[in-house]
């Protein structure tokens, strides 16, 4: 059996939803799009299920895969819906949705609602991406709020920088949601704090906070943060030694030839590539532990495998496992090296099977 796999310490994501819940100090929404990151949106979502207040998804795909896991807490879709025909299926589902366009207002204004169904109005209030301009916000709000089909309402917004923790911009982005909710009744649930917004801006915890990557143990803040520290790494991706040869100075490795070894190199082949979603742009030097010791990838990651520096760990052999990364090396720390980030290596991840611990 090929030894390439991701262990989900569902424990973990336990721990590290209970620590984002706390420090909300309201309700926490517990993001599991994108297959939960990388880590099963199902068997996520079954380890949180009675202890979330409800999960995120991006689309009404991934919230339909939820229901079908028996899921029943609520589940917000974050993008809203795509089009008017899936309100359907949000309201057969009972799904909650986010409403970040006019077209999406008018849409709702038109839907013959059986049952109130539950709407999220996003402000855009700097990031630009998704939400209402802050001129088009109120009216918004006032609107939905006179349909009979709209149930109850949270005003929301999304930042763009809360990982960088020393940036005025997401002050200036709460400054701005808080000028937008100044136009709505003083009880309005509102939400505003992602993964980065709630470890790192006290001012951003309130109501419903949204936790995504910190669920799975792992943040992109550029300083220091003692709440960062209490998360736990939930995924170790792993595999082991299939193959070791001995090279002399001055020998390529792999596709291309673009390493060539500077020393006697004893090198490792690894099963795990870039159909198993490792970062192909891997450089060499990216660390990486062999039996629990850290070593280097050298040579170009290569679809079904990769090659590591053994030379300084004469006991390492066939048959020894390796941390890609993991509770004993961060997947920040791996995607750093690589120019990417733990989002893009997380989600990225295919092929490889996935075990379960705990949970
Ligand atoms: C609207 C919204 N809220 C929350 C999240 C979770 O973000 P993070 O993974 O940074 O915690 C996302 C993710 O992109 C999002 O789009």
Redesign the pocket.
Known sequence: MRPARALIDLDALVHNYRHARRLGGGRA?A?V?ADA?GHGAAACARALDGEADGF?V?CIEEALELREAGIRAPILL??GFFEAAELALIERHDLWT?VASPWQVEALERHRAAKPLQAWV?LDSGMHR?GLAPAEFNDAWRRLRALEGIGDMVA?T?FAR??EIANERTDEQLDAFDRALGGLPPDTPT?A??????LAWPRARRGWV??????YGTH?LDGPCVEADALRPVMRLESRVIAVRELAAGEPIGYGGGFVTGRPTRVGVVAMGYADGFAQYAPAGTPVLVGGRRSRLIGRVSMDMLTVDLTDHPDADVGTPVELWGPDLPVAEVAAHCGSSP?RLLSGLKRVAREYLGG
């Open positions: 929404l993001v799009k990151y995120g991006a974050l993008e986010v996003k998704l929301m999304h809360a990982d939400s704090a992602n993964s980065a917004g709630l949204r936790p995504g990557l910190m669920l992109m989002y």
